[in-house]
């Protein structure tokens, strides 16, 4: 759809400049525009969904154009219609500009929020699971077949999740 071309919104100053941080966290060195491609690509992938947070947002100033592609354009039109009536109620957003304004800043609070239920980890963490491929290498490779570490360690890594998962179902008294 990128062919199509691009139509401009109307931001307020420190809405632009709200979302242009934003974008320096989560996709440093990149444009506003380029990383809300990467986010509408990420929400219709299902890798999160857009959530209304409590925001507080100043509409005052002049507004300020911003060139999107025109695919975003109508991902924000397309959303607009659907969640009108509540981004009306909760932030008072009357029209379509101040309803983009606030939809994309849910939208980076709801990225913000994603991340923090992921995991971090450096590749020092993984020197145990190291050390147990030179341990288990022979019984792994006779047992599944398994000649590579990555294979042994998607293995691995299941087979403790599976048991971390009974123990929560054991102490809480689930059925397994």
Same mark, same amino acid.
């Given at each position: 759809?990128?062919?199509?071309?691009?139509?401009?919104?109307?931001?307020?100053?420190?809405?632009?400049?709200?979302?242009?941080?934003?974008? #320096?966290?989560?996709?440093?060195?990149?444009?506003?525009?380029?990383?809300?491609?990467?986010?509408?690509?990420?929400?219709?992938?299902?890798?999160?969904?857009?959530?209304?947070?409590?925001?507080?947002? #100043?509409?005052?100033?002049?507004?300020?154009?911003?060139?999107?592609?025109?695919?975003?354009?109508?991902?924000?039109?397309?959303?607009?219609?659907?969640?009108?009536?509540?981004?009306?109620?909760?932030?008072?957003?009357?029209?379509?500009?101040?309803?983009?304004?606030?939809?994309?800043?849910?939208?980076?609070?709801?990225?913000?929020?994603?991340? #923090?239920?992921?995991?971090?980890?450096?590749?020092?963490?993984?020197?145990?699971?190291? @050390?147990?491929?030179?341990?288990?290498?022979? @019984?792994?490779?006779?047992?599944?077949?398994?000649?590579?570490?990555?294979?042994?360690?998607?293995?691995?890594?299941? #087979?403790?999740?599976?048991?971390?998962?009974?123990?929560?179902?054991?102490?809480?008294? @689930?059925?397994?």
């Amino acid at each position: 759809m990128p062919s199509r071309g691009y139509e401009t919104i109307g931001l307020k100053p420190a809405i632009l400049q709200r979302l242009q941080t934003a974008t #320096d966290e989560h996709y440093p060195g990149m444009f506003l525009p380029s990383a809300l491609i990467m986010m509408m690509n990420e929400i219709k992938r299902g890798q999160y969904s857009v959530e209304m947070h409590n925001l507080k947002i #100043d509409f005052a100033g002049r507004y300020s154009s911003l060139t999107l592609r025109s695919d975003v354009k109508e991902w924000l039109v397309e959303n607009h219609k659907s969640l009108k009536e509540e981004y009306s109620q909760r932030y008072r957003a009357d029209s379509f500009t101040k309803f983009a304004s606030v939809f994309m800043i849910n939208v980076f609070e709801s990225k913000s929020t994603s991340r #923090d239920y992921v995991i971090r980890l450096k590749e020092a963490d993984f020197r145990w699971l190291e @050390e147990e491929y030179q341990k288990r290498r022979q @019984e792994y490779k006779s047992q599944f077949g398994i000649y590579n570490f990555e294979r042994f360690a998607d293995l691995f890594l299941k #087979d403790l999740f599976n048991r971390v998962n009974a123990a929560k179902r054991i102490l809480t008294y @689930e059925e397994i």
